[in-house]
Structure formats: structure tokens, C-alpha cells
């Protein structure tokens, strides 16, 4: 488990207008700290090239996600930009709990609509 201090105090401030970013990076995904700063985001793998994105969902129920960036892999999102962080394409978890749809767009999130799934 990682260690909560590798990331820096000033992350963890709660300033309204904190947009989602990039925080930290590990070499392998049992590493990612067990709490990360509001609208954190940690990358894990190699530097150049990481495998995963690590993040609390945006609906605040407290499920972490693990998107995959590798495209060796299927399904997998691209880093679009990192600062503002920008995730393509958008990520839709279900369980049997709840559905999280949305895009990470210039760091900010935006719900999906059901009547544009049902559109597409």
C-alpha cells in the first residue's frame, strides 16, 4: 500500500474550483494510495507510457475506478491532455448499485444524458 505523504499537502486542498488532475504516479496499481485528493487522478505503470488511470468515481459513493490506457487492450481511453486532463472516450460504470456515466473534459466532468445513449 502506498504511502498517503507521496503526495503533496497542497493537493488536498478543498478549493471549489479545482479542476480533475493529474497527482501522482505508480509503478503498479496496489500501490495507488487508498485515499487521494478530491479530483485526483494517479497514472500507473511506466512513465512514458501508463497501463491505468486510478480514480474516485465523480458521484461521491466512494468506488474507485481503473480505466485502462493501454491499447493492446480492449476496451481502453486515451489521455487527450493532461493539463487540463481530458479523457477519451467517456466512461460508463454499472453495477447493480448505480450507473456513472460521464466525460473528463479540460478537467472539469459532464454527466451523460441517458436519451444520448439511447440516441446513439
Known amino acids: ?60 459513493h466512494g468506488h474507485r475506478l481503473m480505466v485502462n490506457l493501454d491499447p493492446s487492450r480492449r476496451p481502453f481511453w486515451r489521455i487527450e491532455s493532461l493539463c487540463p486532463l481530458s479523457l477519451h472516450p467517456s466512461i460508463d460504470n454499472v453495477t447493480s448499485e448505480r450507473r456513472c456515466h460521464f466525460f473528463v473534459f479540460r478537467g472539469r466532468i459532464i454527466w451523460a444524458r441517458d436519451e444520448w445513449r439511447s440516441a446513439l
Open 1 to 60: 500500500m502506498a504511502i498517503m505523504k507521496q503526495i503533496p499537502w497542497w493537493q488536498w486542498l478543498p478549493l471549489p474550483w479545482r479542476k480533475w488532475r493529474l497527482v501522482g504516479h505508480e509503478e503498479a496499481g496496489d500501490e495507488v494510495p487508498i485515499r487521494l485528493p478530491p479530483k485526483g487522478i494517479v497514472l500507473v505503470g511506466p512513465p512514458e507510457h501508463p497501463t491505468w488511470a486510478a480514480f474516485d468515481c465523480p458521484c461521491g
